[in-house]
């Protein structure tokens, strides 16, 4: 999904889980939304993601696809018995898998959206933005 328009304020104050086995992603990321106003969490693994959503529900989760232990996917069908998250807060597949076909595959399992790693900087924050809308 691209985000239409600058839309970077609809971040402000917003809650966003960033999920991501990468720390420098993870760092990347979570600044550019901070940046914006953008309250983030993270969390470095599936297993983290799960404990985390107990403690406290974001309001949009980014979560990478290819992670040791649980991946993406798991992690996303985990999500998705829990009542605090199924169909109230939307779930971003980020992903380096950009193949013809992902996008597609990623979607059919339940994730509300797709962007392709490594992001595009200028765009992120809106396009982030757009799930919150």
């Given at each position: 999904?691209?985000?239409?328009?600058?839309?970077s304020?609809?971040?402000?104050?917003?809650?966003?889980?960033?999920?991501?086995?990468?720390?420098?992603?993870?760092?990347?990321?979570?600044?550019?939304?901070?940046?914006?106003?953008?309250?983030?969490?993270?969390?470095?693994?599936g297993?983290?993601?799960?404990t985390?959503?107990?403690?406290?529900?974001?309001?949009?989760?980014?979560?990478?696809?290819?992670?040791?232990?649980?991946?993406?996917?798991?992690?996303?069908?985990?999500?998705?018995?829990?009542?605090?998250?199924?169909?109230?807060?939307p779930?971003?597949?980020?992903t380096?898998?950009?193949?013809d076909?992902?996008?597609?595959?990623?979607?059919?399992?339940?994730?509300?959206?797709?962007?392709?790693?490594p992001?595009?900087?200028?765009?992120?924050?809106?396009?982030?933005?757009?799930?919150?809308?």
């Amino acid at each position: 999904m691209s985000g239409s328009g600058s839309g970077s304020g609809v971040v402000i104050g917003r809650e966003i889980l960033l999920v991501d086995d990468n720390p420098n992603n993870l760092m990347l990321f979570a600044a550019l939304l901070q940046a914006n106003g953008a309250k983030v969490r993270s969390a470095e693994s599936g297993e983290a993601c799960l404990t985390t959503v107990v403690d406290a529900v974001p309001e949009l989760i980014l979560l990478d696809i290819q992670m040791p232990g649980i991946d993406g996917v798991e992690t996303l069908k985990e999500l998705l018995k829990m009542e605090t998250i199924k169909g109230k807060v939307p779930v971003v597949a980020l992903t380096a898998n950009a193949m013809d076909g992902d996008q597609k595959h990623l979607l059919a399992e339940g994730f509300n959206g797709y962007m392709a790693k490594p992001i595009n900087t200028r765009s992120f924050v809106s396009e982030v933005a757009a799930y919150l809308e």
